[in-house]
C-alpha cells in the first residue's frame, strides 16, 4: 500500500511540474527576449558589479535597495533625488559614502563609459 501511495504521489508532483513549467518558460523568454541588445549587455556589469548589493527584481534591500523599478519611480529610494538617468549615473560614478549598513563603492574608474550606458539601459528594464 505504502508503495502506491508513493507512486501517487510522484505522479502528481509530475503533474504539477507539467502544469507550471509552461508558464515559467513563457515567463523567462518574454524576460529574455525584451532586452534590447544595450539592455542585455548592461545584464553583464550588473551581474558582476551590483548583485552583491542589490536585488534586480525586487524592492526589498539586500545591502542596498533593490532596484526592481529604479527608473521608473519618482524618486530614487534613499537619496530622494529625481529618477533621472543622470542621477543614477551619477550615484554609480560617484557612490555613495553615507550608504547604510555600509557605503556604496564608486564605480567610474571600474566601468567603461559603454559598461555604464548598457547598464543604465538595464536598469531602465527593472
Same mark, same amino acid.
Given at each position: 500500500m505504502q508503495?502506491r501511495?508513493?507512486?501517487?504521489?510522484?505522479w502528481?508532483?509530475?503533474l504539477?511540474?507539467?502544469?507550471?513549467?509552461?508558464?515559467?518558460t513563457?515567463?523567462w523568454? #518574454?524576460?529574455? $527576449?525584451?532586452l534590447?541588445?544595450?539592455? #542585455?549587455?548592461?545584464?553583464k556589469?550588473?551581474?558582476?558589479?551590483?548583485?552583491?548589493?542589490?536585488i534586480?527584481?525586487? $524592492?526589498t534591500?539586500?545591502?542596498g535597495?533593490?532596484?526592481?523599478?529604479?527608473?521608473?519611480?519618482?524618486e /530614487?529610494?534613499?537619496?530622494? #533625488?529625481?529618477?533621472?538617468?543622470?542621477?543614477v549615473?551619477?550615484?554609480?560614478?560617484k557612490?555613495?559614502a553615507q550608504? #547604510?549598513?555600509?557605503p556604496m563603492?564608486?564605480?567610474?574608474?571600474?566601468?567603461?563609459k $559603454?559598461? /555604464?550606458?548598457?547598464?543604465?539601459?538595464?536598469?531602465?528594464t527593472?
Amino acid at each position: 500500500m505504502q508503495g502506491r501511495s508513493l507512486n501517487i504521489i510522484k505522479w502528481l508532483f509530475i503533474l504539477a511540474l507539467v502544469a507550471v513549467m509552461p508558464a515559467a518558460t513563457i515567463s523567462w523568454a #518574454k524576460s529574455n $527576449t525584451a532586452l534590447s541588445p544595450a539592455a #542585455k549587455a548592461g545584464k553583464k556589469p550588473f551581474d558582476q558589479n551590483c548583485t552583491l548589493g542589490h536585488i534586480a527584481d525586487q $524592492t526589498t534591500t539586500k545591502i542596498g535597495p533593490g532596484l526592481k523599478g529604479v527608473l521608473k519611480n519618482k524618486e /530614487l529610494p534613499y537619496s530622494h #533625488k529625481p529618477a533621472t538617468v543622470a542621477n543614477v549615473r551619477e550615484q554609480i560614478e560617484k557612490g555613495n559614502a553615507q550608504g #547604510k549598513p555600509m557605503p556604496m563603492p564608486p564605480f567610474a574608474e571600474k566601468l567603461s563609459k $559603454t559598461d /555604464l550606458s548598457n547598464l543604465i539601459d538595464y536598469l531602465k528594464t527593472l
